[in-house]
């Protein structure tokens, strides 16, 4: 089994953006909420349950992220990436530059749908502790999560500085791909994971000066299936690895056990972003949490950081503000002489209100939790407390207007080659809305 990228991103180009299923550590333990609801409800809401029969028109949520690339003016001088994000069309064609997410929930059973090491038959879960038997809805099947990902982006790396001519034999061409799929179990089970699956095409730069063009990088193509036990306190997982002509290794499988004994909460690496929006975000929020990483042979360790809420700005967040209220409406800002909002003169001596687009975010920055931090990324949560300029509340966690929604994403690519960043782009339907 090769060791790929021992990160939190699969590589600089497939950030590991989705959202986290964690199994309660033995300390540490991090609650999450489910603010991707309009309120806080701690369970499976039955709208979101889309292989329900009454459920026939209800939707998923699903987002979509325009990816861009800015290379850094005083960058890596012995060699350049260059990803394709120019096109208008991102979301199709053979440039295509978009991630994309697909949240709601189902039916899992457990006498068929896992591996066959934690098969549970009806006596089984009779067997169990009443607890745990209230998660299973229907004979062996439980409700659960389940969140899909689709990351695609092209590009070449090129040996040489800023200036140097982009030909056939100083270059790398590729057209990156990550795929996935999550299962995890609600807010108050501590979003535990049961499932995921990843298939990714990779091209990650491999050294900070490569003497000639064919060590610039490395491409990988493998996928990886986790199946985690019922009481998520171990995984087994299989690695392959994809060669050209669809021709493919044979599986090899690896079992790791301890996952409630990390000393944090553990969640599936699929599924990071998704445990952040569920958490408490503010400035003075600090919490390590450790991912199930198979690239990384088990378990790798993050710290997320809080820190200062911001507002969109009207005109460089134009995008993302028509994103967001396109599907959610527009927040009901009370009038400027109760919302305090600030005031001036003009040239001409009339006064002017201070426009604010009232949408506010809080950052989350992640970081490995080691003694060599490497990159930092930095993602954008729509705030579920919302203030106003002077600090006023003007709405509270029971009206969670945009949902904890992640609006913005930078990922910095190693070696001093630049920053993807991923910014969200349409709400194309709302979990659990009418189709």
């Given amino acids: ?18 959202g986290a299923s964690g199994c309660a550590a033995a300390t540490n333990s991090l609650s999450v909420d489910s603010y991707w609801y309009i309120d806080t409800f701690e369970g499976i809401q ?35 990436v260059e990803y394709y994000t120019d096109s208008e069309n991102f979301d199709e064609g053979d440039n295509a530059h978009y991630f994309k997410t697909t949240f709601y929930a189902k039916h899992f059973d457990w006498s068929t749908d896992t591996n066959e090491k934690y098969t549970l038959t009806a006596n089984d879960i009779n067997a169990m502790p009443e607890e745990d038997q209230q998660r299973i809805t ?6 659960l999560y389940v969140l899909e990902t689709e990351m695609r982006v092209s590009g070449r790396y090129v ?18 791909y990550m795929i996935t799929t999550t299962y995890f179990r609600s807010a108050r089970n501590s979003l535990e994971p049961v499932y995921s699956k990843q298939e990714v095409h990779t091209t990650s730069p491999a050294m900070l000066a490569p003497a000639a063009p064919e060590d610039m990088c490395r491409q990988f193509e493998y996928s990886y299936e986790v199946f985690y036990n019922f009481d998520c306190t171990k995984a087994t997982y299989t690695y392959t690895e994809h060669y050209s002509d669809d021709e493919r290794s044979d599986p090899e499988e690896y079992t790791v056990g301890g996952l409630n004994n990390t000393g944090y909460t553990l969640f599936d690496n699929n599924a990071l972003y998704t445990a952040i929006r569920g958490m408490s975000l503010s400035e003075s929020f600090s919490s390590t949490l450790s991912l199930f990483t198979p690239a990384s042979f088990g378990v790798f360790n993050v710290r ?29 800002i009370p009038p400027a002489e109760e919302n305090g909002d600030s005031t001036d003169n003009g040239e001409d001596g009339t006064q002017k209100t201070e426009e604010h687009s ?38 509270d ?25 991923y910014r969200l782009a349409e709400v194309v339907s709302v979990l659990g809305g009418q189709a």
């Fill in 159 to 176: 040996f040489g500085g800023d200036d140097t001519e982009t030909t056939a034999e100083n270059s790398v061409e590729f057209s990156d």
């Fill in 46 to 80: 039955r709208t979101s349950v889309l292989d329900d029969e009454e459920n026939a028109n209800r939707t998923a949520e699903v987002l979509l992220y325009e990816l861009n690339f800015e290379q850094p003016e005083n960058g890596n001088a012995a060699y350049r």
């Fill in 304 to 332: 997320v950081t809080g820190g200062v809420q911001g507002e969109l700005d009207l005109e460089a967040d134009a995008d993302i503000i028509s994103a967001l209220t396109s599907a959610y409406g527009e927040f009901d």
């Fill in 358 to 395: 009232y949408i506010y975010y809080n950052p989350a920055y992640i970081t490995a939790a080691s003694e060599l931090h490497g990159t930092t990324q930095t993602a954008w949560f729509a705030a579920v407390n919302i203030s106003d300029s002077n600090g006023n509340t003007l709405s």
């Fill in 397 to 421: 966690e029971d009206n969670n207007v945009y949902r904890a929604t992640m609006l913005r994403l930078t990922v910095p690519v190693s070696y001093s080659l630049g920053t993807i960043e």
């Fill in 138 to 143: 229907d004979g062996t099947q439980e409700v």
């Fill in 1 to 18: 089994m090769k060791k790929t990228a021992k990160i939190i991103v699969a590589t600089a180009a497939c950030a590991c953006l989705v």
